[in-house]
């Protein structure tokens, strides 16, 4: 079975192999790139139909992990098929296509370890790609470090987990022995649980992402931030609450209060920003916490709600990401306000993004509905089994996010696509064909996923087993109303409305026809917010950094190191006095 390990080792080796081909030779790197995923991709496919479920102490092959290694060979290749296009002749490909195929070679091992001393392996290697890949853009290079240092810092809490675990069990071995999550134990699932959290972007370990997605180039952060990160920290928490720790109310708890709490704060972060890369990323946050939330839930409902969002997650969010890309690229810019009109100059993109937001802000019948759906219904029943007030202040605030994430995707599609241009956009076109295939195709699984969820994705890729009698939305009889009405519509407007069809005119204030700088902006209708006192306050704390981490932590380390700079006087007297305070402070402790 050992052979499970081949679309790794075959990833890694050609981008060993890559970094002997010259850097001028960019076609060929492409080539490579394109190959290597592809082949992945392949062996993804022809191993999760042969389904080799198989056990030992080093490898474990299951459903969930032959899916993760699916999910990653399916968006590692289309998004190299993105790139071949999006980058300029300039950029340096070769580097992007090193660290790209170690980035997936990694991620398609950590699905199959059952093994700690193998899980700590890859998953800290995945730490040097994920720097380098990120670095690629020169105003990404703090984001990078900002990135390094949270999952480092995460990774180095989950070694000492691991320890812990083995001194309690034995056992390098990740499944097979649960444990409760009580006195060191809890200490363990909550240095794992931080592990996961920072590799996913969750709450309050989650700050790197909004950085990582405005200043990275755009293939980078679809590959990292609305995939593979997702995949694997998410993937990581499954495993550890169902194979390594024995379920309890406190862990339910701390889950579920996690989970609300990434999905309400990312998403009002989200909705007053106005660079659309930072709006994604924060949106890549608040969904993490719908996942959380369906594993914490402890029922299999909810449990596999959490894993289908995942996967429903990669799709949208890839293709707002993929679409944005296009966007910037055909108009050189990421800002909102300076967007508009882009419907009629770049259709595929506008309905790739436009079916990509609905399924996100969690509207029937696409994919995030379902997911979304399964996740409330964990929750109902998780509050039938033990009637915890935590639960509905859960479901409450999981509804309102995916309203607010509506509204917040109503200011995105209006101010790029729907509202007036800013200023001309007559030379504007579509996007290469290369870059427009993943996010048509993506956004059309989006569909597929949401109308078929039960025959495809569920049956098909989770293997979810209901029990009707919670009730489950059933999908097909929606689609077909809401497809009726649709057609009704447009035979009513063709046959007896289209000659009383309203006039075109020019838009006009008191009479007077109003100036193109004076049209109404989609991306400022949200900063009424920050009217609101509470708010305001918050917002401004968030803009000074004082709910980062990674900042605190900062200003703290220069303020211990600026007293004990000033400690350094160069007197030989003031070393001997602090020399002898250390000594005493040593036995002081030590007896």
Known sequence: MYQIFIP????????FYAMLVPKKNTYLHKIILVCATLNNFILGIYLFIKQPYYTSDFIRVDNLALLTLLAVGFFGFFISVYSLKYFSDDFNFKGYSIYTLFT???ASAVGFVNNFILLVFFWGFLGLPLY???????EATAAAKKAFIFIGGSDALMIVGIAIIYFTRGTWTISGFPIPAAGFGFLAFIFLLVASLAKAGAV????????????????????????????LGIYLLARIVNDVF??????TSILLIVGASTIIIAVMMALVQHDFKKLLGYHAVSQVGYMVV????GNPVGFIGGIFHMINHTLYKSTLFLSGGAVEKQTGTANLDELGGLSKLMPLTFLSALVASLSISGIPPFNGFVSKWLIYQGLITSFNNNHSLITILVLVTAMIGSALTLASFMKLIHATYLAAPKKPMDFIKEAHWAMLLPMVLFSGLCIIFGVFSYQIPLKLLIKGNFDTSIGIWQPTLATFMVISGLVLGFVLYFIFFKKYAVRFDDSFVGGETQRSDENPSGTEFYNTITNIKIFDMLYKGAEQKFFDIYDLSSRFIFFIGGIASKMHTGIIHTYLAWCLIGIL???WILL
């Open 8 to 15: 790794t080792l075959f990833t890694i080796a050609l981008g």
């Open 104 to 106: 997936i070679g990694a």
């Open 132 to 138: 380098l890949l990120i670095s690629l853009s020169q």
């Open 204 to 231: 309050p370990v989650h700050t790197w992402v909004p950085d990582v997605s405005q200043k990275a180039f755009i293939p980078v952060t679809a590959l990292l931030i609305a995939t593979l990160d997702k995949l």
């Open 246 to 251: 024995i379920n309890s109310p406190s862990v």
């Open 294 to 297: 369906g594993i914490g839930t």
């Open 585 to 587: 402070f040593l036995f």
